[in-house]
């Protein structure tokens, strides 16, 4: 690992030493997030399957019923029964924090709680089996609307987690063994320094006395 180009002082020592203590703390950070965001994306999907497979379900149940209600009405009478709506929708979206990441929350609003509203048409001139496709629609109705939510919330958390995962991979492989490397190179180049000026001093000091005994010879 390649270390940082910084001059080998006690100073600069001191700095590195605080930024490998920050970036541990932020490496051990980041992995619990990651680990957490796992955790709710994983919760998150098996609710995702799911409800894609009850929608799917709803959705093939109500088809069917149209099918069976176009063979028994005239598809004129079908048109005409399925004009004009009587009842509408609003969908209200908020966000919920899930480990920093903003997830949908969508409300589904109705005009109206008649719930005969959602059949635009009089039951006298129409089959069973269209209203049991009308019913079935609309039931299907709130949990695609959850659906959505539920994908969309993974999609943000998958990319939530890619991104923590980079940065815990940056910190662990590059990062801190670089700070660590450098640490150690600086703490050797003052060892050597305060060895050698040791050695300095020993020799000053031998000379010293060498020529201390020189002058009371002399």
Sequence with gaps: MARLNVNPT????KRLKERLKTARRGHKLLKDKRDELMKQFLDIVRENRTLRE???ASLIKAQKG????????SHEMLTQALLLPKQSVSVEMNFKNIMS????????????EDASEIFPYSFLHTSG????????????????????????????LSQEIEKTRRRVNALE?????QLEETIKYITMKLDENERGNLS???KVKD?????QFAGKND
């Design 10 to 13: 006690r100073m600069e020592l």
């Design 101 to 112: 990441v903003d997830v949908p929350r969508y409300t589904f609003h109705m005009k109206t």
């Design 173 to 177: 492989h590059f990062m801190i063994p």
């Design 200 to 202: 300095r001093l020993m």
């Design 66 to 73: 149209f099918a069976v209600a176009s063979a028994v009405m």
């Design 129 to 156: 089996e269209l209203d049991d496709a009308v019913q079935n629609l609309s039931d299907v109705t709130v949990q695609m609307l959850r659906l959505a939510e539920v994908e969309k919330s993974a999609q943000l």
């Design 54 to 56: 009850q929608v799917e």
């Design 207 to 211: 000379m010293m006395i060498e020529a």
